[in-house]
């Protein structure tokens, strides 16, 4: 079964610092990724998503990710995080004979200190 | 509603006993998904709805488990016998449809459910 694998848990930076959360998934075939966020008493918010072409995809709020095939990766990046980031990161993959439905990973909680 | 309405935000239930969730999605969307958030853990997929029709149940983790949506609209998620397993935060989400592309899921802000 395919499955999205987020392996930071929890991640503490400052304010300015660069971000990174790393995200790989398990399947062969063609699949879309997402990252969503839930700040804190919030519902989960699209951050970006991608479907094809540039795998270079930039999504709300100065975030990006990187789709790279050969790694099976997604990787969520910001260059400067600020205080207002802290949240709760889930990357998502779906498959593309699932329909809508999406299956997520484990989460990585984000602190951001002022 | 301007987004998708979850009630109640809260349920605390003793071991046994029956409960409902419900899921209020965006007018029109005639997609509507239920997932899971356990502890420390990811959103699992329960159970999707097109219109009033669940295609696919194997996400429901036990028979104890049930849910059915009326009219294309609301939803309900119904837990028989709760255990203390049951214990998350159960969310709703709903799409325009089921193209991927166009139509971006929308999440509720979730029941948690607790089971003492």
């Known amino acids: 079964a395919q499955s999205v694998s987020q392996h930071n848990h929890h991640v503490i930076l400052s304010e300015a610092a660069s971000l990174e959360l790393g995200c790989n998934?398990?399947?062969?075939?063609?699949?879309?990724?997402?990252w969503y966020v839930q700040y804190p008493g919030q519902h989960l918010?699209?951050?970006l998503k991608y479907f094809s072409g540039d795998p270079l995809v930039k999504?709300?709020?100065?975030?990006?990710a990187e789709f790279i095939k050969s790694k099976f990766s997604f990787n969520l990046r910001k260059p400067s995080v600020q205080w207002s980031d802290t949240a709760e990161y889930?990357?998502?993959?779906?498959?593309?004979?699932a329909g809508n439905m999406l299956t997520f990973g484990g989460g990585t909680r984000l602190m951001v200190k002022p | 509603g301007a987004g998708v309405s979850q009630s109640p935000s809260n349920k605390v239930t003793e071991k046994g006993k029956d409960v409902e969730l419900r899921c209020d999605p965006i007018s029109g969307h005639t997609a509507l998904y239920w997932y899971r958030q356990s502890l420390g853990q990811g959103l699992e997929f329960l159970i999707y709805?097109?219109?009033n029709s669940a295609p696919d149940k194997s996400g429901l983790p036990s028979d104890r488990f049930s849910a059915e949506r009326t009219g294309g609209s609301v939803s309900t998620l119904t837990i028989q016998r709760t255990q203390q397993e049951d214990s998350a935060v159960y969310?709703?989400?709903?799409?325009?449809?089921?193209?991927?592309?166009n139509s971006p899921l929308h999440f509720g802000n979730g029941t948690r459910l607790t089971v003492t």
Do not use: H, M, P, W
């Open chain 1, 25 to 34: 998934y398990s399947y062969g075939g063609t699949v879309n990724l997402f």
């Open chain 1, 45 to 47: 918010q699209l951050l």
């Open chain 1, 59 to 64: 999504g709300i709020k100065g975030f990006e």
């Open chain 1, 90 to 97: 889930f990357c998502a993959v779906n498959l593309n004979n």
């Open chain 2, 49 to 51: 709805f097109q219109g």
């Open chain 2, 91 to 101: 969310l709703c989400a709903s799409s325009l449809g089921l193209d991927r592309r």
